[in-house]
C-alpha cells in the first residue's frame, strides 16, 4: 500500500489577513507539517489564478462576491480576487513544510474555468495531471488535509473515490469557508461516497 498525503491550498490567501480568509486557516499549519513524515508522498496544491480570472467577481459587471453565476460548466460562486500567479496572497503559508513536497500542482490557471479539485476543473473533466502522477507512482491510499473543506478538500475527495482511490479526510486538519451551509453538505456528500472523515 503507498499513501500519499495531499496538502489543499494552505496558501496565504486563505489565511487570516487574506483575500478570501477561512476562520482559523492558518491553525491547521503545525498538525499538517507534523503529518508529513507518515507518508510515503506529499503532494501540495496550490490555487494559482490568472488576474481577472473568471472565478472573480470583479470579472462580472454588477456581480458580488458569493453570489452565484452560470458558467458554460454549471453553477459557479463568484469569489473576491484571490490567489493570483505570483502574488504574495497565492504563496505558501510561510509555515508549511514545503520542503518535504515530492510535487505541487497548480490549478485555476484557464481563465474561463475554476479548479476546485486537484483532480479536475470544475467542469468535471479537464484532468490536472494528478492521477496519472499518483498511478505511475503505484499510490492506492490518500489523506487530504487543508484548506477549505466544504471547496477544494471536498471537490477533490469526491474526485478521488470516484477514480477509485482510498480516501480519508482529517477534519482537524482542515477549515471551512461554509456558505449556506456547504460544510453540512460537504459532509453528507463525502460520508455518502464512502471517504473516511476522521479528526
Ligand atoms: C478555494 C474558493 C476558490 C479553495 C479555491 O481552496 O477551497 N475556494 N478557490
Ligand atoms: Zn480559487
Redesign the pocket.
Known sequence: MTHALIV??V?ND?CPGGA?A?ADGDQIVPGINALMGAFDAVIL?Q?W?PAGHS?FASSHPRAEAFSMVEMPYGPQ?L?PD??VQGSTGAAFHPGLNTDRADLIIRK?FRPAI???SAFFENDHQTPTGLEGYLRTRGVSDLTMV??????????SALDAARLGFTVTVREGLCRA?DLDGSLAAAREAMRSQGIGLME
Open positions: 489543499i491550498d496558501q486563505f478570501l477561512v496544491t490555487d489564478h472565478s460562486v469569489w484571490h490567489c485555476g475554476d479548479s476546485y487543508g484548506l477549505a473543506t466544504d471547496f477544494c478538500v471536498q471537490y469557508i
